[in-house]
């Protein structure tokens, strides 16, 4: 597989792009956004096993979200049935429930490494349990989360782009996982700029949250108003890992760009 090279203003193209695949069936999106954030907050219920699981069954929910904005951008109507279609050729869960596994071990790897330098410090900050200082705890945890994100992210650089190469391609799971870092190594300025871009989008749904009960709504009404709110943002984000892949491996960046000026046309 030969990963194309993007400028860096890509980063912000693939977000442009999942909100036009958004607004093209924003029920169905919707649907699995809320979806996707009610497994979340049930696995979060679940001590350890739930989120254990959750983490390995991300390959699963990915490559569901892919083929179902594939089918978008194809101007298929997605309909109840076709969600799970993609899981029901046998080798394909075979080979997503290995990457899940996979994803899960790094995920647990990064822990164990990010954690076990610093246990001591840990230990002494929580102490009997009875009289935590938060300070102190916040400072002892505050290089074990530091050391974990700079792995997660090359975890996911491993993980980005391996669900559609073994669920659409039939690639081996190492291949898989090294044409995936090849490709975001590639792309490093473009998924900065995706990053920072995502994280500013959260950052000012989280203000405009503050900025509604700062001028006197009540706090359920503004929970009320922004629930629907971070579910379309997800389910946007979600939209937008399809075009970080084709514009990539599939569809030529050129292509990608030429949709965005003629939809800015129209």
């Not at 979200?65 to 899981?87: K, Y």
């Not at 394909?92 to 899960?104: H, N, T």
């Not at 090849?182 to 700029?193: D, G, M, Q, S």
Request: aromatic content about 14%; hydrophobic content about 55%; proline content about 5%.
């Amino acid at each position: 597989m030969q990963a194309a090279t993007l400028p860096f203003r890509s980063g912000w193209l693939w977000i442009q792009e999942g909100g036009r695949i958004f607004r093209r069936q924003p029920l169905a999106m919707f649907f699995w956004g809320l979806l996707t954030s009610l497994l979340i907050t049930v696995a979060s219920v679940i001590p350890i096993l739930g989120q254990m699981a959750l983490i390995a069954a991300t390959p699963v929910l990915t490559f569901i979200t892919l083929c179902a904005c594939r089918h978008i951008s194809q101007g298929r109507q997605m309909l109840p049935g076709m969600w799970f279609e993609p899981l029901r050729d046998k080798s394909v869960r075979r080979r997503l429930f290995r990457l899940g596994l996979a994803y899960l071990a790094c995920c647990m790897l990064a822990g164990f490494i990010a954690t076990l330098p610093f246990l001591d410090q840990l230990s002494a900050a929580v102490g009997d349990g009875n009289n935590i200082d938060p300070s102190a705890l916040f400072d002892a945890m505050l290089r074990p989360l530091i050391t974990f994100a700079v792995l997660y992210v090359l975890i996911s650089a491993l993980f980005w782009h391996a669900p559609a190469l073994t669920g659409w391609h039939g690639i081996k799971l190492v291949q898989a996982l090294f044409y995936s870092m090849v490709a975001c190594w590639r792309n490093k300025w473009p998924f900065l700029l995706y990053g920072l871009s995502w994280g500013a989008i959260f950052m000012a749904v989280q203000f405009s949250g503050d900025m509604l009960m700062s001028i006197g709504l009540p706090a359920g009404l503004v929970q009320l108003v922004m629930v629907p709110v971070n579910i379309v943002v997800v389910a946007v984000l979600y939209c937008s890992f399809y075009p970080t892949y084709m514009s990539v491996f599939g569809v030529n960046y050129a292509t990608l760009q030429g949709e965005q000026e003629i939809e800015a046309g129209d």
